[in-house]
Structures are given as structure tokens and as C-alpha cells.
């Protein structure tokens, strides 16, 4: 169908035809006056804000410490079973942690909490890191007849299990994560 340009304008939400010279908002279904069209801006920015309203930071990095949880064990169970150290798994941390932050917290968006889930998305990262590479050194420990690290082990040696493992393409599964746990709980724009 084909509008001719003789058509009349018509305002979609007072229904009051415009003046051929009017100054009017043209949306993709028709076009507002000029007045119900800042109304709806406004409209739609009061509703922008409130979704930062009443964010309970508490509440919300349980939320997000749950997905960590849920997201490291995915992986680290995945790898254990399969026995492929398959990084790109890990996203699901990412995920996980975001989608934690965002229903548990009561679906409120802010930047705080975009910071918050990205911090527990990283520790969770780390977390499951340890426990996949402290699978695998394990695995081949106790085939070697050398001794299996405990769950537990002191900070410098944490830090070596995490390097044991190491490549450049964790960096690229932790960037994938980051971004997926700080834009799951960011405020949708809607102007
Ligand atoms: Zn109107």
C-alpha cells in the first residue's frame, strides 16, 4: 500500500489531524504532534529512570554470587567429565552471573549493578579456573604417582595453578564474560 502525499496527517495518539505545515514527530507506524510527542518522551524517560529505582545491592550480588556458582560448575563439570579443557564453556559464568544479578535482584537495571555482576563474573572466572586446572594437574599427578593438591591451597600457589593453564585465549573467554555479566543488568534505553 501506498500513502499519497495529499493524505491527511493524523496524530497516532490524539487522533488530531495536523496542519499540512505542522511540525510533527514521524514514527515508523504514522507520525504524533509535536505536544503528544514530548509527552511520550517524557513518559518514556520517567520509565528509563525507574529501572535503577530500589536496587538491592545485597540482594542482587546474591543473586550474582548464585550464578557464579551455577556457571563455574557448569564448566568445571563439563571439563571434569569430558576431560577437554573447552574454555569457550565458561561464557555461561558470564551469563549466569548476569541473569543471577538481574532476577534475584527483582529485574532492577542500574550501572552499579553492570559493575557489580561484572567484579563477581570475574572472581567467578578465577574461581572456576582454579578448579578446571587443579582438575587437570590431578588428573595427571595421580597417573604420575605424584601427589593431588587439596581443594584448599595457599594464595602463591593458587597463582600457579592459574598459570599452569594459561593461554591467550582466556583472556578472550573472560572478555566474552565480562561483557555478557555488565550488559545483562544495564538499564534498557528507551529514547
Ligand atoms: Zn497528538
Known amino acids: ?12 495518539q490524539c487522533n488530531r489531524e495536523l496542519r499540512a505545515d505542522e511540525p ?18 517524557a513518559e518514556l524517560a520517567r520509565l528509563e529512570a525507574s529501572q535503577s529505582e530500589g536496587v538491592n545491592y545485597p540482594l542482587s550480588a546474591f543473586g550474582g554470587v548464585l550464578g557464579g556458582v551455577v556457571g563455574a560448575l557448569v564448566w568445571w563439570g563439563f571439563t571434569v567429565t569430558t576431560q ?13 552471573v548476569g541473569h543471577g544479578v538481574l532476577r534475584v535482584g527483582g529485574y532492577r537495571r542500574a550501572l552499579g549493578l553492570q559493575g557489580l555482576s561484572a567484579t563477581i563474573a570475574a572472581l567467578s572466572f578465577g ?4 578448579l578446571v586446572n587443579r582438575s587437570f594437574y590431578n588428573m595427571a599427578a595421580v597417573e604420575q604417582g605424584f ?8 594464595l602463591p600457589l ?6 599452569m593453564g594459561a593461554s ?17 543488568p544495564a538499564p534498557l534505553r528507551l529514547t
Request: one cysteine or more; a negative charge; aromatic letters at 8%.
Open 147 to 154: 601427589e593431588a593438591l587439596p581443594l584448599v591451597v595457599p
Open 158 to 163: 593458587v597463582v600457579e595453578v592459574l598459570k
Open 1 to 12: 500500500m501506498t500513502t499519497s502525499a495529499a493524505a491527511p496527517k493524523v496524530c497516532l
Open 84 to 96: 577437554i579443557s573447552f574454555g569457550l564453556v565458561a561464557v555461561v559464568i558470564g551469563y549466569a
Open 127 to 130: 574461581v572456576a579456573s582454579f
Open 24 to 41: 510533527h514527530v514521524a514514527v515508523q507506524d504514522g507520525l504524533f504532534c509535536q505536544g503528544c510527542a514530548g509527552q511520550l518522551q
Open 168 to 184: 591467550p585465549m582466556d583472556l578472550i573467554f573472560l572478555g566474552i564474560v565480562l561483557y555478557e555479566a555488565w550488559r545483562i
